[in-house]
């Protein structure tokens, strides 16, 4: 059965939308590869629930890919699919806006 097609602006907020989401991605895209520790320390004060959540619905969107090693001590990379590499002109821009509305309104960035 197929889904109804709905408006794109509401889809893709349902896909990247949410709190840590779009902070995930964008450290995603600023470092090809990242470890779990390296996500957790891009997204302060992210729980390891929450981010262990984001994470594997991202991957279920087609958005990040997760590699497992066989490896002593185990090792988990992440990295942003051809899918999610095409989130870059979008996230390229809310950071420019960001900025831009930041300096405007006077917001003191860290």
């Not at 896909?15 to 779990?36: D, P, Q, T």
């Amino acid at each position: 059965m197929k889904a109804l097609p709905q408006c794109p602006v509401t889809f893709a907020s349902r896909v990247v939308g949410g709190r840590w989401k779009a902070k995930i991605i964008w450290a995603l895209l600023r470092h090809e590869n990242l470890r779990y520790s390296e996500v957790r320390r891009a997204c302060p004060p992210i729980s390891d629930r929450i981010l262990s959540k984001e994470l594997n619905e991202l991957e279920d969107w087609g958005l990040i890919l997760r590699r497992e090693y066989s490896t002593i001590p185990p090792k988990t990379e992440y990295s942003l699919t051809a899918l999610g590499l095409t989130l870059r002109p979008l996230m390229a821009a809310m950071a420019e806006w960001g900025e831009k509305t930041q300096a405007a309104i006077g917001v003191i960035s860290n």
